[in-house]
């Protein structure tokens, strides 16, 4: 089948897919944001309930209300929050939170938990959704999930899966209709490029940051990913930060994420950066958006 490339009049979309609810906000929500607010119908689709998450918030680990029974519900509430300041849509795939397993040797994963699944089980709910919502750009992680919890690698499985299963025609047809997605994008949102620009701009301004200097010298620059594409999103990081603190449960409002002050980051950097990792259209590289060769004035479509 060939790429149905939006009508002049046609909205553009695009389907953001995460593990956890709080990913969302911690990893593209200023992109997100931002398109949300240019008219782009934009759907965050998180996999679990983040049902086996720690309470990571030091105001609430003694908070009786907060107990395994209670966590789950909680944590939507949370995800409901973040939805309404980061102005998106949002779905559940449904599936129970895999834990981080530790020890050495790794124990097994959760019977029956997301990551525990086969990759095209697991894929279904969102081909289901690909199918449904029609979007011509797909955000996902890496191979390496952004960081390797079992449960990001296996949203970069499914959702690789699904760019695939989604169009073709044979693969469920009691899904929907086939559908392509144009582009599908691997958010590189914590690299060696960007912290290593914030740190020196903090030094220049004579206020290191302690913390992001003791990760620098930890950080391995061969992990870096390329860089394809860069959002500007210097207007939306009000609303990211927000959006992360409404996970209550998950974030420590004094924690590290926040002691860089926007105009740190604006003066450094100032993007949220994305690899291009499939394109069925043409792409010219680098790219300052998205929907670069999907808007409707510069449309041009791969044979």
Do not use: C
């Not at 929050?81 to 779905?91: F, K, N, T, Y």
């Not at 699944?117 to 797909?138: K, T």
């Not at 899966?161 to 209709?177: C, K, N, T, V, Y």
């Amino acid at each position: 089948m060939t790429v149905q490339l939006p009508a002049p009049d046609e909205p553009l979309r695009m389907i953001a897919v995460h593990a956890h609810p709080d990913d969302e906000s911690s990893k593209g929500a200023g992109s997100t944001a931002r398109y949300a607010r240019e008219g782009v119908e934009v759907t965050v689709i998180t996999a679990t309930g983040g049902e086996r998450g720690d309470v990571l918030n030091p105001r609430l680990r003694d908070d009786p209300e907060i107990t395994p029974a209670t966590l789950p519900g909680i944590r939507r509430r949370e995800m409901q929050r973040a939805q309404e300041i980061l102005g998106v849509g949002h779905e559940w795939l449904g599936f129970v939170d895999s834990g981080l397993p530790e020890g050495d040797p790794l124990p097994p994963l959760p019977e029956g938990s997301f990551a525990s699944l086969p990759v095209e089980e697991a894929a279904r709910p969102l081909v289901e959704a690909v199918r449904r919502l029609r979007p011509h750009v797909m955000t996902t992680y890496d191979e390496n999930g952004g960081y390797p919890h079992p449960d990001h690698i296996q949203v970069n499985r499914i959702s690789l899966a699904a760019f695939d299963l989604a169009a073709d025609p044979g693969f469920a047809p009691e899904l929907g209709e086939p559908w392509e997605i144009a582009k599908l994008y691997y958010i590189n949102g914590f690299h060696r490029q960007r912290f290593s620009a914030v740190s020196r701009h903090l030094r220049a301004e004579g206020a290191p940051n302690e913390e992001l200097e003791q990760m620098l010298q930890r950080y391995d620059e061969s992990h870096d990913r390329l860089l394809t594409t860069r959002i500007d999103v210097r207007e939306y990081l009000g609303i990211r930060d927000d959006a992360l603190r409404a996970h209550a449960t998950q974030v420590d409002p004094d924690g590290p994420f926040f002691r860089i002050s926007h105009d740190a980051e604006i003066a450094a950097w100032g993007t949220e950066d994305y690899e291009l990792h499939i394109s069925r259209i043409g792409v010219k590289l680098p790219e300052r958006d998205l929907f670069a060769g999907l808007r409707h004035e510069s449309v041009e479509a791969r044979p």
